[in-house]
């Protein structure tokens, strides 16, 4: 017998999808700036060999490059309580996603600090720049130029890596998804709309990262 295609019940949940895909923009929002944040500190202590903080960050970079999210999730929402700090899902979700998203923007951020070439941070010293002025329009700026789409890149792995959240409850795209799912039993239309959101997005993300590129870090780093 010929599968039967019903998404009624799927669009009839229009209105849980859509908070959950909100939900999963502003947990990709605010674990991206403050996992850039990181990332840009990470990267400076990095490139520039501050002790003791660039081994502490290069432990933090192996550990959560080499370890999964899921397992970084599970660490922080169930094993931080044993120890007595205690988070609700969103903090959780949030917390895993900045960490997570540090590790990779540390060494992204530090391979474009360690491209600015050494002529430039003299220039500046020439003209009488202070070390805030230089380290933001010689070294810090010119190097998101230099990485914007890789970051940008990441953001987005982040992002669809953020379904996995739902395994703590926390109300996403994909707990939103599984929801509607164990109630109509209409597993293909339901995973196949949640793809579709995920594709759109990633695409939405995508152009709204170069543009902001653009507009706040290439265009002025020129």
Same mark, same amino acid.
């Not at 202070?130 to 792995?157: E, M």
């Given at each position: 017998?010929? $599968?039967?295609?019903?998404?009624?019940?799927?669009?009839?949940?229009?209105?849980?999808?859509?908070? /959950?895909?909100?939900?999963?923009?502003?947990?990709?929002?605010?674990?991206?700036?403050? /996992?850039? /944040?990181?990332?840009?500190?990470?990267?400076?202590?990095?490139?520039?060999?501050?002790?003791?903080?660039?081994?502490?960050?290069?432990? $933090?970079?192996?550990?959560?490059?080499?370890?999964?999210?899921?397992?970084?999730?599970?660490?922080?929402?169930?094993?931080?309580?044993?120890?007595?700090?205690?988070?609700?899902?969103?903090?959780?979700?949030? #917390?895993?996603?900045?960490?997570?998203?540090?590790?990779?923007?540390?060494?992204?951020?530090?391979?474009?600090?360690?491209?600015?070439?050494?002529?430039?941070?003299?220039?500046?010293?020439?003209?009488?720049?202070?070390?805030?002025?230089?380290?933001?329009?010689?070294? #810090?700026?010119?190097?998101?130029?230099?990485?914007?789409?890789?970051?940008? *890149?990441?953001?987005?792995?982040?992002?669809?890596? *953020?379904?996995?959240? *739902?395994?703590?409850?926390?109300?996403? #795209?994909?707990?939103?998804?599984?929801?509607?799912?164990?109630?109509?039993?209409?597993?293909?239309?339901?995973?196949?709309?949640?793809?579709?959101?995920?594709?759109?997005?990633?695409?939405?993300?995508?152009?709204?990262?170069?543009?902001?590129?653009?507009?706040?870090?290439? /265009?002025?780093?020129?």
């Amino acid at each position: 017998m010929a $599968y039967q295609f019903d998404f009624t019940p799927v669009f009839g949940n229009a209105g849980l999808l859509a908070t /959950g895909a909100g939900f999963t923009l502003a947990l990709t929002a605010v674990g991206a700036v403050l /996992g850039i /944040g990181l990332g840009v500190v990470g990267a400076v202590c990095r490139a520039w060999k501050l002790a003791p903080f660039d081994r502490l960050f290069g432990l $933090y970079v192996e550990v959560i490059r080499n370890t999964p999210f899921l397992v970084q999730l599970f660490f922080i929402f169930f094993g931080l309580p044993a120890l007595g700090i205690k988070m609700t899902e969103w903090q959780a979700a949030v #917390l895993a996603m900045v960490i997570n998203l540090g590790a990779y923007s540390t060494e992204i951020i530090r391979a474009g600090i360690q491209a600015t070439p050494r002529g430039q941070i003299e220039a500046a010293e020439s003209l009488a720049m202070t070390r805030t002025q230089t380290f933001k329009h010689v070294v #810090l700026r010119p190097a998101l130029a230099k990485v914007w789409p890789a970051l940008t *890149s990441q953001v987005i792995i982040v992002m669809l890596g *953020s379904a996995v959240c *739902s395994q703590i409850a926390t109300e996403e #795209l994909t707990f939103a998804a599984n929801f509607i799912q164990s109630r109509s039993f209409r597993a293909f239309e339901t995973y196949f709309v949640t793809t579709a959101i995920y594709f759109v997005m990633a695409l939405l993300i995508r152009q709204l990262l170069i543009q902001l590129g653009q507009r706040f870090v290439v /265009g002025r780093a020129r």
